[in-house]
């Protein structure tokens, strides 16, 4: 592997984008010497194909540690001629972890000394999250913004954000709302290497700063553009799923040969009688900080300097006399630290050695041996810092193959960890191609509990933590966190017609109050385990079918955001599956969603602070006739027009669509779904979700109950299990299902919305809403409403069982119906109150 990841000797033989650019047609256009600075990688990313990836950043490929700093520290002195000397002098600067923590410290160190805080995924106790950012249950999304002190981000001074791609602007644009409306400033500077927004996200910065009523600048090191040509997210996929299935079974950590032939690990030597890792006692300054993550100011910085002399001696004293080629590796977050010890080590060596600078994190990317390939090679390993979003893999790029003699591993004391030193940790990973390994400790930084307390800084009132299983839901705590409050202790339910008749006449809303819980008889409970005996592998292919999908076209790392409660088994098991077929951990909350109500803009912000809303996706378990889908994108507009977070994508994932309502969605069969026969006993025990205004306020979740007295009656878990169980005999059919989905035509034919408009019209009902489509929406009627009637295409078969079941216990009439869409409709009793009848079979007139 040569030098630079891609580029020959003279830095410019092999341009590395060229194998992605000759493989997906991709091009870069824009400031000379773009190519210079970036390069071309490939990831499972639905969104965008290729991955830029900086060759001056110092993360994924190991550069001279003065290049490094001299390009923030460039980009922090444009920011100071910009600013002017004296707004300069007040500025705060504000970085993104993990990829630009160590950007953002530079940049700072440009701008003449600027306090710094960067953004961290690591929750510290005893350190209240500022703003708007809490954090409780971390992933691989969430950004917390730490300071010791509070008013660091109060001042009116300019505001400098520092990413290292400025793409679309989303982050960058969401965080500044946010904390405009906690802290409002005039200006802000939005700082990046390389500024490569598309024509229209270009105008978007102006149109916010228009919004604010703010200055909004951007100074960046280069500007470009990506030209992509038709399809290339399908070729992307396409070379992916080629080079990534050979790794994943030979366990190939390193690389992957260019030509397609099986992968080739780099050489690993031998770890019995090698030499042990060589710990070098640094010797760092008490009392300041590793870094960024709680603030660095200009005292820090002078402390620091002082002392890097003496830390770069004992280093360079460590290192074995013959070692010529040496590599610094940060640590994820951990990035200045390592920087600084590099860049001292560089200036002490001089031009006999060639030192390196790069660091350690927790972002896949797809491995290629090949000079025009950004990355080269992959070392994986486990973390070991135990992160807040439990454990998972870490990833060092074009360290293995690189010709190092030596590396030092700077870690900091939070990640001196025994998973550092397992046999298939960190150390042992770099041993194995490395000859000389050091480590070098950076003691964790925490503000002194003892600090005198910062002054009262206004903050917006954000919901609290989610609710968990087993104190809230019968789940697993890890299978889904509720984004509600607990109202168990509230009396909510009202008998079925009381509600039906308040609900028609305009005196309540529906999520005003509760049904009584069907207690499903013995019969009828049989019924529900036939039908989960019967249907349980067809739910774990469509289970399978959507939650490709999803991966494939939306996230790679979605967050599921199921709406409670009938979507929240589903996104329990879609999160099962993306654990069973990729080995992934990810997200899942519910939340609440009313008709005619919206969507909890409460949740929605929760969502917001701890993720990338472009990551969510929002699942429920079937389509009716879409009024849910309809609801959540007009609910997801009024939120942003509101001022909230943009990027939410209101498409709805679903189980099944019937009505042809969705473009993400497992079938478009009308079937009986298990979950559907029954209400919280297959539901964790959660009830429909309330939104009631003397119970919710205008910063609390939507509310529901935990029915714990019927635990006796649970089958969430037995639901979960059965279909989960059938998860490995349809994964094939599964994968080959979601294939020929992602290629076909999926557009919303809304037949199910024509079909049920023509039911109301001729039926004499005149409100859609009292027209409930599929199975799943008849059973929900027979079980929580007045039915009137039921619909059921004639042959409809055992799908059906279960709802002439309860139809018959509850004296309703089922009208077989040649022509139907769905295998049966329910239809609310019309206009009703408490003893009306229908003498034409019609609707009944008042």
């Not at 026969?677 to 979740?701: E, K, M, Q």
Request: charged content about 25%; overall charge negative; proline content about 7%.
């Amino acid at each position: 592997m040569s030098d630079d990841s891609g580029r020959g000797g003279d830095g410019g033989v092999v341009w590395s984008g060229a194998w992605v650019a000759e493989r997906l047609g991709v091009e870069l256009a824009g400031d000379d010497g773009l190519g210079e600075l970036l390069g071309l990688a490939l990831r499972r990313n639905p969104k965008r194909a290729h991955l830029l990836v900086s060759h001056v950043l110092g993360k994924h490929v190991p550069q001279r540690p003065s290049v490094v700093h001299g390009h923030g520290h460039a980009l922090g002195r444009r920011v100071r001629e910009l600013l002017g000397e004296e707004a300069a002098g007040a500025a705060v600067v504000l970085g993104y972890a993990e990829t630009a923590t160590g950007l953002g410290h530079c940049v700072a160190d440009g701008l003449g000394g600027a306090p710094y805080l960067h953004s961290t995924r690591r929750p510290v106790a005893g350190v209240a999250p500022a703003g708007g950012f809490e954090e409780s249950h971390s992933h691989a999304t969430s950004h917390l913004l730490l300071p010791a002190d509070p008013g660091l981000l109060a001042g009116d001074g300019p505001l400098v954000l520092v990413d290292d791609e400025f793409s679309t602007g989303n982050t960058v644009l969401n965080t500044v709302r946010a904390l405009h409306g906690r802290f409002p400033r005039e200006r802000y500077v939005v700082v990046a290497l390389v500024d490569m927004r598309s024509e229209e996200d270009a105008g978007r910065l102006a149109e916010f700063a228009g919004e604010i009523g703010a200055r909004v600048d951007l100074v960046a090191g280069a500007s470009g553009r990506v030209l992509l040509p038709d399809g290339v997210l399908e070729k992307g996929r396409a070379l992916v799923e080629r080079y990534e299935k050979p790794c994943e079974e030979a366990s190939a950590e390193p690389h992957v040969k260019a030509s397609g032939a099986p992968p080739v690990e780099a050489p690993e030597k031998s770890s019995e009688g090698g030499e042990a890792v060589v710990r070098v006692e640094l010797g760092w300054p008490a009392g300041v900080p590793d870094g960024g993550r709680h603030g660095f100011t200009a005292a820090h910085r002078e402390r620091l300097d002082a002392a890097l002399p003496g830390m770069v001696a004992r280093i360079g004293g460590a290192l074995p006399a013959a070692a010529r080629r040496v590599l610094v590796l940060g640590n994820e977050e951990l990035m200045y630290a390592p920087l600084r010890l590099a860049l001292g080590l560089e200036e002490r060596l001089g031009d006999a050695y060639d030192v390196r600078y790069s660091t350690t994190t927790r972002s896949p990317v797809l491995a290629v041996d090949d000079p025009g390939y950004a990355i080269r090679t992959r070392l994986v390993f486990p973390a070991h810092d135990d992160p807040a979003d439990g454990p998972g893999e870490r990833y060092a790029y074009n360290v293995a193959g690189a010709g190092f003699d030596a590396v030092v591993a700077v870690v900091d004391s939070a990640g001196d960890t025994p998973a550092l030193h397992a046999p298939d940790g960190l150390a042992a990973r770099l041993a194995a191609h490395i000859p000389h390994v050091l480590l070098a400790v950076v003691p964790s930084y925490a503000p002194s509990p003892a600090a005198p307390p910062a002054p009262p800084v206004e903050r917006l009132s954000m919901p609290p933590e989610p609710l968990r299983g087993p104190a809230f839901s019968s789940y697993a705590p890890d299978e889904v966190g509720w984004l509600l409050q607990d109202l168990s202790d509230v009396t909510l339910e009202a008998p079925t017609e009381e509600r039906e008749e308040a609900i028609q006449s305009g005196g309540a809303h529906y999520a005003e109050s509760l049904p009584v819980e069907y207690q499903p008889s013995e019969e009828y409970q049989a019924l529900f385990h036939a039908a989960l005996k019967t249907s349980a592998a067809r739910i774990a292919r469509a289970v399978g079918v959507v939650t490709e999908t999803v991966l494939a076209e939306r996230s790679p790392r979605p967050v599921l955001v199921s709406l409670a409660r009938a979507g929240t088994p589903v996104g329990i098991l879609m999160r099962r599956w993306g654990r069973f077929r990729h080995g992934l951990d990810l997200p899942h909350y519910a939340v609440s969603i009313v008709r005619g109500r919206g969507i909890d803009a409460g949740a929605l912000r929760w969502l917001a602070a701890h993720h990338d809303p472009a990551d969510v996706v929002f699942v429920d378990g079937w389509t009716g006739k879409g009024a849910i889908t309809r609801e959540l994108a007009a609910a997801v507009r009024e939120f942003e027009d509101a001022g909230g977070a943009t990027g939410f994508d209101p498409e709805i994932a679903v189980l099944a669509d019937p009505g042809s309502c969705v473009r993400t969605y497992g079938t478009r069969d009308d079937f009986l779904i298990p979950s559907a026969c029954l209400n919280s006993t297959v539901s964790g025990l959660i009830s429909r979700t309330v939104l009631r205004a003397d119970l919710v306020g205008p910063d609390d979740f939507h509310g529901a109950k935990f029915y714990r007295e019927l635990a006796g009656a649970d089958l969430s878990a037995a639901f979960l299990d059965a279909v989960s169980a059938r998860f490995a005999e349809v994964a094939d059919e599964a994968d080959a299902r979601a294939k020929d989905l992602l290629a076909a035509d999926r557009t919303p034919t809304w037949e199910g919305w024509a079909a049920v408009e023509r039911i109301s019209e001729e039926y004499g009902i005149h409100d859609v809403n009292l027209v409930k489509p599929g199975v799943g929406e008849t059973t929900r009627v027979l079980l929580r409403r007045v039915p009137w009637k039921i619909l059921a295409r004639a042959g409809a078969g055992a799908d059906l069982d279960h709802v002439r079941l309860l139809a018959a216990q509850r004296g309703v009439p089922v009208e077989e119906v040649g022509e139907l869409p769905y295998s049966c409709v329910g239809l609310i009793h019309p206009r009703y109150t408490r003893g009306a009848t229908g003498a034409d079979g019609r609707a009944v007139a008042r």
